[in-house]
């Protein structure tokens, strides 16, 4: 169970901060910190459990049937990324406590990170792919707050759409790789799909299941030509930046890359897709970088060129590529958080980041500068750096693929050409921020942060330091456990040495860093070539296609939707009868040879008496009062039908819910008019009539040709496994609260949402009460009869007695927590009714959002329970105790699931039927009779 703690402690530190609000800013921070701290240290605990590239699991059993469960599992892999995502998660709360204004909400900032780090845990401990892709959207989700989070500038709020729009898009993508891997591979669980690879890559769905799982790895690491978002996300705070874009968000991608590499990768499709993709990202990412002024947009397209060259190599489909692409998000995580973080405090102190005029900040801050100007050094792959290792790995392996035949030289000499224009960018940070003459028009005169803000950046440059020139001592032993774990066998023999002699890799990088340096100081030629194009908005242009779809869907709608809700269900009903019929013309012989009841007096009277409220209702359409007793009494009859044939639970059920209706519908009439105009032609009541006529025969046909014939229903199962699998004779009772628990506990979620969503709607509306009725005739002053008031409270404890009575025989008799709570909902809103709203308020002092709150809690924390045993969510227990003079009696877990029903019924019914009752105002509108 420590492998769930991992990500369970970031999300318990989501509320924090904002209980640590009113402490103060530096007690925040490092009360935020405290979690994920204690959740670092306990992947590192893991580490001996996983050595020699074997993994450790968790699971807890969800729908197993349906391949959905809860399950961690934690490699090699695992262990690197959430080493960097908890590790440079607390440098950047460190950070943002210093870079964030008195102004901005810190603990908002801290709960919208603990969220995201939650969501980046989730994916790469995830053992299930179902899982790992809720996960996913999770970091969507918490993305769109951090990138939004300055709220009140439009350039975040565009930034943080197109985030959510472009990776939402790619996580849909993701869902269909995702659902065919488990349809070939009959399994969600990771570890049969990567043992199945050999399956995979053979199947003939394998085509389109890595097209959309390459869909959702490209759009979430800004793979081009899904790139555009990246930089336009730069609108977040730079912490934001400096977390999201260097060690989670978009490593997200390249984590299930590597982690679907031994199940996916070693085809040409692969090769083709992956691979040119990724050399495409890097060099537009590259190319991009040297043009762009504004400090972050230069190392957001930067961060778009290493995210290409990662994938590159994973592309290769070499097993030494993909150590190298693993060793290459190790450094890029730290060079580039750490360039992030030295850019916010040029920004936070300059109060600008176009390096047009942020120029010789060497005077003003040495220290910064030179951690910056290290960080950058290592981007550029300068020797004794981090960068140089990893970015000379990735030129010997260009060097290795044979793919392109007689064209393969293609791939190095443009991989060559990217490094020229990362040393170029490089440079170009480096001169025009800290030398370059003296600042222009800043606001605010330069000077060294405060000390401790730049601490997360030192202990980001040590490392690039340290691995650069101690490799094999600092990140040897890592990249072995994480490398083993995406090539899911041996490691292939690699060398972490500063010096491998002189060879092409090392020349090729000698070319880098002299090309690099020539295009930089020879820049204005290469910029003269760039002003030949029109510069291409990203962000115009994607609010230009939001645009045209919204005027497209717009037409669409005006073509179908005129407003007549007439003409939407004539439309519903014809494809209905469409489908229906069509069914019916295969069926030889509408009679079946199962025998039928025979025909009694009592029958025809309930039909005939069922057909006479519904014609009813119809013809008295036009007056809401008699039209909704008639519908009630189509009600009542439906109840009696449900009697007649043995099943008093839904006859109960029924009756109540009827009354509830007619309660709730004659508070909403009261507000409407008491007559309806004519509005239908006689040509669209012709029209009605006629459809209406087919339906019912079609209907009728279906009914008579279902119970005419014998079929195997899958209610034996029950009948037969109610008692001694659910421990209750009634069988309905048994199927809510046990077999089909889960659709029970998310039907009551919706009922309370449904809930909750009225009373905010009409939460402050108030409508005046209508003065009379339709004939003129003023209502009573008398609004609580004496004799109302005086029965309601006679039947109140009889009531709530009933209540009490039908709840606790539910489970072996009818009865149950939905129908006892909607015994007491009637009961207590005729009080409503008979008393008024204050009357009761003084006497009912229950908050009806806390009730539906605390029901559907109860009930989810009962199938949680079973978790504790090692059951499966919403395992029933039951068992028979004898207690003296009482005897024998049975006690259910499932009696404690069903009080949650009770409440969530309870709370949604008053809270909708209370609120409705007191929209009208104290002040009635004056008659002309009274004038």
Known sequence: MTLMWIPLLPLLGALVPILASGLGRTACAWATAVLPALALLLTLSLIPQIEGSSSIQAQLEWLPALGLNISFRFDGLALLFSILILGIGLLVILYARYYLSAQDSLPRLYAYLMLFMTAMLGIVLSGNLLQLWMFWELTSISSFLLIGYWWHKSEARRGARMA????????????????????????????????????????????????????????????????????????????????????????????????????????????????????????????????????????????????????????????????????????????????????????????????????????????????????????????????????????????????????????????????????????????????????????????????????????????????????????????????????????????????????????????????????????????????????????EAFERVVRRLIAAATWLLERLDNGSLQRYLVLMLLLWVLLVGQSMLDLVSLVGDRPQLPLDGVAVAMALLLCIGAVATVIYNRNRVVALLMLSVVGLVVSLVFARFSAPDLALTQLVVEVVTLILLMLALFFLPQRTPRESRPS?????????????????????????????????????????????????????????????????????????????????????????????????????????????????????????????????????????????????????????????????????PRLIGCGVLLSTLTGAASWLFGRPFLTSWFGHFELPLVGEFELASAMTFDLGVYMTVVGSTLLILANLGQMTTSERPVTKEQD
């Not at 691995?467 to 032993?477: A, E, T, Y």
């Not at 905010?760 to 003129?776: K, Q, T, V, Y």
């Not at 008799?813 to 709203?837: C, E, H, N, S």
């Open 684 to 848: 669209h009541i012709l029209r009605d009539l006629s459809l209406s006529i087919v339906i019912g025969g079609l209907m009728g046909s279906i009914s008579y040709a279902m119970m005419t014939r014998s079929f195997n229903p899958i209610s034996d199962f029950f009948l037969q496994n109610s008692k001694t699998g659910g421990g209750g004779d009634n069988v309905v009772n048994v199927i809510l609260v046990d077999f089909r628990g889960f659709d029970t506990l998310g039907e009551i979620t919706v009922l309370g949402i449904a809930a909750l969503g009225i009373y905010n709607l009409l939460a402050g509306l108030r409508l005046f009460m209508p003065s009379g009725d339709a004939d003129g005739r003023n209502w009573a002053r008398d609004r609580h009869p004496l004799v109302l008031a005086t029965i309601s409270q006679s039947v109140l404890p009889l009531a709530l007695l009933v209540s009490a009575f039908i709840f606790l025989r539910g489970h072996n008799m009818p009865g149950g927590g939905f129908i006892a709570g909607l015994v007491t909902a009637v009961a207590l809103i005729l009080q409503y009714m008979a008393q008024g709203v204050d009357w009761m308020k003084a006497r009912v002092r229950v908050i009806y």
């Open 164 to 539: 959510v729009t472009v990776t939402g898009a790619g996580g849909l993508a993701l869902l269909g790789g995702i659902l065919l891997l488990g349809k070939i591979t009959g399994s969600y669980e990771l570890d049969v799909i990567l043992a199945s690879g050999d399956l995979i890559r053979a199947h003939a769905w394998y085509p389109v299941t890595l097209v959309l799982v390459l869909l959702g790895v490209f759009t979430k690491s800004a793979q081009f030509p899904f790139h555009f978002w990246l930089p336009h996300a730069m609108a977040a705070p730079t912490p934001v930046s400096a977390y999201l874009h260097s060690a989670t968000m978009v490593k997200a991608g390249l984590f299930l890359l590597a982690r679907l590499y031994p199940a996916l990768s070693g085809t040409d499709l692969w090769f083709v897709l992956v691979s040119l993709t990724g050399l495409t990202t890097l060099l537009v990412g590259a190319y991009f970088a040297l043009f762009k002024h504004d400090l972050k947009g230069l190392l957001a397209y930067s961060t778009v060129s290493h995210l290409g060259l990662i994938t590159l190599l994973f592309g290769l489909g070499t097993k030494l590529g993909a150590v190298a692409a693993v060793f290459h998000i190790i450094n890029h995580a730290t060079f580039k958080a750490s360039l992030f973080m030295a850019a916010g405090i040029i920004d936070h102190e300059c109060g600008t980041r176009d390096m047009r005029r942020i120029n010789g900040m060497w005077k003003y801050m040495p220290y910064t500068a030179a951690l910056a100007m290290v960080a950058a050094l290592a981007m550029a792959g300068v020797p004794l750096m981090n960068g140089f290792l990893s970015k000379e790995m990735f030129f010997a392996e260009t060097l290795q693929q044979h793919f392109l035949g007689s064209l393969s030289w293609i791939i190095p000499v443009l991989a060559t050409l990217a490094g020229i224009f990362s040393v170029a960018y490089s440079v170009r940070f480096i001169h025009d921020v800290f030398f370059n003459g003296e600042p222009i028009n800043l606001p605010r005169t330069p000077h060294e942060p405060p000390r401790y803000m730049k601490v997360p950046v030192e202990i980001l440059v040590a490392l690039c330091l340290l691995v650069g020139i101690f490799p094999s001592l600092v990140v040897g032993p890592l990249l072995a456990l994480a490398s083993s774990a995406v090539l899911g066998g041996e490691l292939p023999e690699y060398s972490l040495a500063i010096w491998h002699g002189l060879n092409m890799p090392l020349i090729m990088s000698l070319v880098a860093m002299c090309g690099g340096l020539l295009v930089y100081f020879n820049r204005r030629h290469i910029y003269a070539f760039q002003k030949q194009f029109p510069e291409f908005n990203a962000n």
